[in-house]
């Protein structure tokens, strides 16, 4: 599939148009799933793992699977955590990969940057120090902020992977959606009273998405302050200029041709998985991966917008699957 027309290469701003924050909506505890055959089962919680990186800890969760076919490393969009990637991690455990999901420096149970460091370059150095600490070369699946992170840290040769998934990430990203991401983001500096109020928000960015009768998952994406409001479960530098500014001359400013530049390099089978209804990567943005990329290939997930695994995670999982089965042994 590829499309004509293609606009006048721009800047791009990482920080700006690759983050969003929506919850997952498990609960805490042991999880109870169904096996291939439909028999229920007592799933285990995953192993959490740290890794000290330049000037920060990171955190992650570990889904170790039985006769490992190998290592996914899932990094998720700015404004996430780790935890938007459970489900997809315990199915691809479940089918033989070994799952690891990352809090990015700034977000959830990782810690912030003491300097505000979250330009490309620190997000790239802290994945190298995952990489490293694995005892093989992992596939790496990135959202958004996670997939260009992948993207350049794999395209630049900062590390060794076995493969790429972009989740609804490209070199091409639609000004537009990227505004909407930003202002979501940047729309409620004083918090929030109350859960219900954290999830009014989420379903005013997300209204397509079901409504979860529960609020409880979205304390893994809020912290609870002294003053008694709700925060989300980032660091508010993400956004900042470094001038202190807030719009989306952020920092760690990404531009077009250094993401272009690093698709071009890649060696490794790319997959982009891409929500049908998403206004943040086009139908033209992701052919223009499909002709940057050699032998790379692309889906569309009917009824998904930019937020793809959290949207319909059985039909993202069944697409990722199939990629994985097809990597050279």
Known sequence: MYCKGLRKHRRMNCAAWSVEAFPGTDGTGPYRGR???GSSEQVADPVQRRFAADGVELVADEFTADHSRGTTLLTHGGGQTRHSWKKAARTLSERGWTSITL????HGDSTWAPDGDYSMDALIAD????TTALDQPPVLIGASMGGVTSLVAAGEGHLVARGLILV??????????AARVRDFMTANPEGFASLE?????????NPHRERSASVEGLKRNVRLRGDGRWYWHWDPALM???????????????NYERLQHAARALTI???????QQSDVVSAEGAAELVELVP????VDVQGTGHMVAGDDNDVFTHEVLGFLGALPR
């Open 35 to 37: 096996r291939l055959d």
């Open 103 to 106: 809090d990015t420096r700034g």
């Open 127 to 130: 994945l190298v120090t995952v």
């Open 168 to 177: 609804d990430v490209a070199p091409r990203i639609e000004p537009a959606g």
């Open 197 to 205: 109020e954290v999830a009014d928000a989420v379903s005013a960015y």
């Open 240 to 254: 900042r200029r470094e001038d202190g500014g807030d719009d989306d001359e952020t920092r760690g400013v990404l």
């Open 269 to 275: 089978p790319t997959l982009l998985v891409r929500g």
């Open 295 to 298: 032998g790379s290939r692309f």
